[in-house]
């Protein structure tokens, strides 16, 4: 059974500062199937980044994904107030066949 | 613009059945670029998939929920729905649910419903 472990749980920035997300799967995952979603509460959660380093539609630049094999990264390059929240990595493919990451909340530090 | 809507009893009683319904508009249900599924966040915890259905009824359940879980879809109505039973507390959580892309060899899970909180309690 594949395990996505998202790390750190909590990330403390400042606007401005560079974020570092980091998605590591206990066995390999086709970075085809990699995806990132950004969740904010009260809200349904938005599609980010698709085949590991793909910007979803309207996303903008300063979201960059990365990342093959087990480990994968999303980086936000220059932190906007709206870009804090909670970050799922997500994976399609092996058993079980959807699963998502814990999670890594992005807080104003 | 496609826009998914969930509806269903906010209240379920412990060992009772689950039932919810997601409403697809602006877009066909019956498009085979597309499955649809059903995903829950418990609170204070991470997302989780139940499971996924095709127009044509194919599904895919979640090895962990499958036992309790039925997904079902009726393409007349454009809706899509989901019985999970013998519910317990362990089951409260936001459901949400969602289209599952398939474009090339990618697959993601765009857009999603605004979630629907289930509260199990007698």
């Known amino acids: 059974e594949i395990v996505l472990t998202q790390s750190p749980g909590t990330l403390s920035l400042s606007p401005g500062e560079r974020a570092t997300l980091s998605c590591r799967a206990s066995q390999s995952v086709s970075s085809n199937y990699l995806t990132w979603y950004q969740h904010k509460p009260g809200q349904a959660p938005r599609l980010l980044i698709y085949g590991a380093y793909n910007r979803a539609t309207g996303i903008p630049d300063r979201f960059s994904g990365s990342g093959s094999g087990t480990d994968f990264t999303l980086t936000i390059s220059r932190l906007e107030p709206e870009d804090f929240a909670v970050y799922y990595c997500?994976?399609?493919?092996?058993?079980?066949?959807?699963?998502f990451g814990q999670g890594t909340r992005l807080e104003i530090k | 613009q496609l826009q998914l809507q969930e509806s269903g009893p906010g209240l379920v009683k412990p060992s009772e059945t689950l039932s919810l319904t997601c409403t697809v508009s602006?877009?066909?249900?019956?498009?085979?670029?597309?499955?649809w599924g059903w995903i829950r966040q418990p609170p204070g915890k991470g997302l989780e998939c139940i499971g996924t259905?095709?127009?044509?009824?194919?599904?895919y359940y979640n090895p962990s929920l499958k036992s309790r879980v039925t997904i079902s879809v009726d393409t007349s109505k454009s809706q899509f729905s989901l019985k999970l039973s013998s519910v317990t507390a362990a089951d409260a959580a936001v459901y949400y649910c969602?289209?599952?892309?398939?474009?090339?060899?990618?697959?993601?899970?765009?857009?999603w419903g605004q979630g629907t909180l289930v509260t199990v309690s007698s």
């Open positions: 602006g877009d066909s249900i019956s498009n085979s670029d597309y499955s």
């Open positions: 997500q994976q399609y493919g092996s058993s079980p066949l959807i699963t």
């Open positions: 969602a289209r599952h892309r398939y474009s090339g060899s990618y697959r993601w899970f765009d857009p």
């Open positions: 259905i095709y127009y044509s009824g194919s599904t």
